[in-house]
């Protein structure tokens, strides 16, 4: 039972540059979710999605985009990272609004 | 704005019952009251969450005031890997498909001594 998988786990991008972050679920979620933790904070939200095909803005969607072109899957992209973009991102998963959402593991970005 | 108040950290004997406050004086009648935690490196956790009435689960017990205006999550026997930054969230259930994600504050980080 994976539950919610990123990929990649690390990955270091120069400025400018672009990458695309995988999430994947298998315990047929319909809303999904992309947030960022910086050192010392909290979680913030930057996107989600509640269902194939729909993505909406969270608290801070700027310099990211994000589809959900099958139910299993959000990605989030990033057109151009800035070195403010150094983060761990974390997809999570919910089976419908208001139900318990479960996290992955994360993926560390470092943009130097 | 901080929908929850809670210590930035804490220390527990391990063994003993670990008992992390929250403060959310401001909740209304629709928003429930979630427990996570998050080990170092790693995803949160779900733990417990609860609306009026006090629950249990096999991680650790939900105490919510009569008013609900304060909750206090219980490990009871803890452990040297409950050591963690817990975080206390207040979700409405019923947002009708709007940003429900979950809006994490700072937690308490919670150190378990041997």
């Known amino acids: 039972n994976a539950g919610v998988t990123q990929t990649p786990k690390f990955r270091v991008l120069k400025t400018g540059q672009s990458m695309t972050l995988l999430c994947a679920q298998d315990?047929?979620?319909?809303?999904m979710y992309w947030y960022r933790q910086d050192p010392g904070m909290g979680l913030r939200l930057i996107h989600y999605?509640?269902?194939?095909?729909?993505?909406a803005k969270g608290e801070v969607p700027d310099g990211y985009n994000v589809s959900r072109l099958k139910k299993q899957n959000f990605l989030l992209g990033l057109e151009s990272a800035a070195p403010s973009q150094t983060s761990v991102y974390f997809c999570?998963?919910?089976?419908?609004?208001?139900?318990?959402?479960?996290f992955g593991e994360g993926s560390w970005l470092t943009v130097v | 704005d901080a929908k929850t108040t809670q210590p930035p950290s804490m220390d527990c004997a391990e063994g003993r019952a670990a008992n992390l406050p929250c403060n959310h004086s401001?909740?209304?009648?629709?928003?429930?009251v979630y427990w996570y935690r998050q080990i170092h490196s790693q995803g949160p956790q779900y733990i417990i969450h609860?609306?009026?009435n006090n629950e249990t689960n096999e991680m650790a017990s939900l105490i919510i005031t009569e008013d609900r205006k304060s909750s206090t999550l219980i490990l009871p026997h803890a452990t040297l890997r409950d050591t963690a930054v817990y975080y206390c969230?207040?979700?409405?259930?019923?947002?009708?498909?709007?940003?429900?994600?979950?809006?994490f504050g700072k937690g308490t980080h919670l150190i378990i001594q041997p």
């Open positions: 999570a998963s919910a089976r419908a609004t208001g139900n318990t959402i479960y």
């Open positions: 315990m047929n979620h319909e809303y």
């Open positions: 999605s509640v269902g194939e095909g729909t993505t």
């Open positions: 401001t909740i209304s009648g629709n928003e429930y």
């Open positions: 609860g609306l009026k």
């Open positions: 969230i207040v979700r409405d259930q019923y947002s009708g498909g709007g940003a429900d994600g979950l809006t």
